[in-house]
T-cell receptor, first 111, second 117 residues
């Protein structure tokens, strides 16, 4: 597609529920990144992929967070047993020698 | 560990004037990349400009230029002829290792720029 697409745009969930956030990168982009951004702060790195291989997951806060990119294109960030502290904007970005270019993000609210 | 510092939480500039947003970084690597992003109130993150550590020329993209001073470990963003639409949060970021090798970007805390008419 023309840009990085993320869905849903907004997600409201109850504490304890699992959520899956989707990222569709720019077509042909090798690298895909997940970031989390709190209000008024810079984005915080979570994980990134080259093709389908997860290269670095050092930023995932704990084992409730996981990400996959099984076919080297679309990626899913999954948060299990959500907690209120997980509330944030989750951003995906992709690059292929330029950028990275960010999507519009998914605003997650955990009640 | 790599670190990015943006010391100006907020900046004001008069429309049509130039403004410099500061960014310093800390890394022990010789190969790294420096990035600037713009985040308007709409929330999107817009890639502005990139500078590689081995690039001899300062990067320029339209009204944006990156004042890269390697010895001082600074990568300031210069916006010329400011426009009202330049009002936004600006983030500096760094990635260690070569540009085409992927790798995580570490972001600074951002500078909020307000352009006055």
């Amino acid at each position: 597609g023309a840009g990085v697409s993320q869905s849903p745009r907004y997600k409201v969930t109850k504490r304890g529920q699992d959520v899956a956030l989707r990222c569709d990168p720019i077509s042909g982009h090798v690298s895909l990144y997940w970031y989390r951004q709190a209000l008024g702060q810079g984005p915080e790195f979570l994980t990134y992929f080259n093709y389908e291989a997860q290269q670095d997951k050092s930023g995932l806060p704990n084992d409730r967070f996981s990400a996959e990119r099984p076919e080297g294109s679309i990626s899913t960030l999954t948060i299990q047993r959500t907690e209120q502290r997980d509330s944030a904007m989750y951003r995906c970005a992709s690059s292929n020698g330029q950028g990275p270019f960010f999507g519009s993000g998914t605003q997650l609210s955990v009640l | 560990a790599q670190k990015i510092t943006q010391t100006q939480p907020g900046m004001f500039v008069q429309e049509k004037e130039a403004v410099t947003l500061d960014c310093t970084y800390d890394t022990s690597d010789q190969s790294y990349g420096l990035f600037w992003y713009k985040q308007p109130s709409s929330g999107e993150m817009i890639f502005l400009i990139y500078q590689g550590s081995y690039d001899e020329q300062n990067a320029t993209e339209g009204r944006y230029s990156l004042n890269f001073q390697k010895a001082r470990k600074s990568a300031n963003l210069v916006i010329s002829a400011s426009q009202l639409g330049d009002s936004a949060m600006y983030f500096c970021a760094m990635r260690e290792a070569g540009y085409n090798q992927g790798g995580k970007l570490i972001f600074g805390q951002g500078t909020e720029l307000s352009v006055k008419p």
